[in-house]
C-alpha cells in the first residue's frame, strides 16, 4: 500500500525525524482515478468541453479530507499529541475519527445538530470518536474549535491546520500525473475554501519546479516515466450553494442553507486565501442552486455510475452552467472534484414502491424491459 507520505515524501513537510515512520499510519489515501465523462456532456448539452471527474469519494473514508488528515494526523503523533479535535460538517469528522483511531489518538468532533448524513456520523461512531453534538451550525462549531489551535494539547485538524492543505494538495500533482499538463480549468465545490486553496498551491509547486514526475514510481520504473509538468496552472473555480453563498454575496452567511449540508458553511476560513487564488488564476466563485446540484448527482450516477454526495455536484452543476453560459469556452479541458461518494447519504436514493414479482414471471418483466428501451 503506498499512501501520499510514500509517494510524496520529497513534496511533502517533513514529519518528525523520518516521514517514513509516520508514512506507516497511512490508509491509503490518494490515487483516486480521473474519469473522462462519455455519457453526461451530451445529455446534459455540454458535448463541446472535455470533462473529467477526480473521484475523490474512493479515498479510505471516502472523502478528500483523507490527504489531508493523513498529514495532520502524523505530524500530530510526531509532535507526541494524544487527541485531534474538529469542527465539522461530517466528512472532516468522518476522517479525523478514522486516522486518530488508527494513530491511537483520541479523536473529539463538534457537529452541528440534525444538518449531518447519517452515513458520516456513522463513520465517527464506528471509529470510536467522542462526539459533540452543538445547538448551533458549522461555524459556531469553529469557533469553539480555534481557540484550541494553539493550546499544544490537542491538534485542531480542520483546514485551519496548514498539514491539512499540505497533504490536499497532492491531488492536484496527480492531476497533472494522469493528463500529462494541467488542465484549463479546475472545478470544486467551496465550503471553507481550504480545497481549492490546496490545489492552487499543488498546481503552482508543479508549475514552478517545471516537472510533475510520476511518483507512482519514484522516478524510476520502466512503464511510467517523469511527465514534463506545467509552465501552465488552470483557472480555478468554486462553486457554492445558492443558500450558502459568502463568496458570491461578499460577505459571511448568518444562517447558510442547503441540501448539500457538507458545504453549508457561512464563514469561511481560509476567505482571504481563496481570494488570492482566485486572482493569480484568474478564476471566479459562482452560485449553483440546489435542485441544480441534485439534479447533476443524479444524473452523473445514472449516466456515467459514478455515485458522489450533493456538495460534490456542485462542481459539476456549476460546470455545466458556466459552459451554456459561455463563460467557459468550447474545447476547454476542465477537471472537476468529486469531493465525497454518494453512499454518504443513502436516504437520498430510497427504494422506489416495488411490486413483488413471482419468480415465474422474471422472463416477462426481462421481455417487457427490452421492448422500452
Ligand atoms: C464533500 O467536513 O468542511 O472548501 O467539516 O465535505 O475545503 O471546506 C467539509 C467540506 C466540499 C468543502 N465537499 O471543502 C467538514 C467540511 C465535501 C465536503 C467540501 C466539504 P472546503
Partial sequence: MRGLLHRYADRLPQIGADSKQYAALSLGEGSTPLIPLLN????????????????????PTASFK???????????????????????????????????????????VLIPQGKVA???????????????????????????????????????????????????????????????????????????AGNITAHWIG?????????????????????????????KRPQMLGYQAAGSAP????????????????????????????????????GWISAVEDSDILQTQRQLAALEGVFCEPASAASLAGVINDVKSGRIPAGARVVCTLTGHGL????????PALASTAVGDLAAVIEQHLNNR
Avoid at 42 to 59: P, R, S, T
Avoid at 215 to 227: A, D, E, R, V
Avoid at 253 to 274: F, H, K, L, M, W
Fill in 344 to 351: 454518504k447519504e443513502p436516504d437520498l436514493f430510497p427504494l
Fill in 66 to 108: 483523507d490527504r489531508g488528515m493523513a498529514i495532520a494526523v502524523a505530524a500530530a503523533a510526531a509532535d507526541n499529541i494524544s487527541c485531534v479535535i474538529c469542527a465539522s460538517t461530517g466528512n472532516t469528522s468522518a476522517s479525523a475519527a478514522a486516522y486518530a483511531a488508527r494513530a491511537g489518538m483520541a479523536c473529539l
Fill in 203 to 231: 498546481y503552482s509547486e508543479a508549475a514552478s519546479s517545471g516537472t510533475a514526475a510520476c511518483h507512482y514510481c519514484q522516478g524510476n520504473c520502466t512503464t511510467c516515466q517523469p511527465i514534463a509538468g506545467g509552465e
Fill in 40 to 59: 453526461l456532456p451530451q445529455a446534459m448539452g455540454v458535448a463541446n468541453i472535455n470533462l473529467w471527474v477526480k473521484y475523490e469519494g474512493l479515498n
Fill in 118 to 192: 447519517l452515513g458520516k456520523i456513522a463513520q465517527a461512531v464506528a471509529h470510536n470518536a467522542v462526539i459533540v453534538q452543538i445547538d448551533g451550525n458549522f461555524d459556531d462549531a469553529m469557533r469553539a474549535v480555534r481557540v484550541y489551535s494553539d493550546s499544544g494539547k490537542v491538534a485542531v485538524v480542520n483546514s485551519i491546520n496548514p498539514m491539512r492543505l499540505q497533504g490536499q494538495k497532492t491531488a492536484a500533482f496527480e492531476v497533472i500525473e494522469t493528463l500529462g499538463s494541467a488542465p484549463d480549468y479546475h472545478a470544486l465545490p467551496v465550503g471553507n
Fill in 247 to 282: 463568496f458570491v454575496n461578499g460577505n459571511p452567511v448568518a444562517n447558510p442553507d442547503t441540501v448539500a449540508t457538507a458545504i453549508r458553511i457561512g464563514n469561511p476560513q481560509s476567505y482571504e486565501a481563496a481570494q488570492v487564488v482566485l486572482a493569480e488564476s484568474n
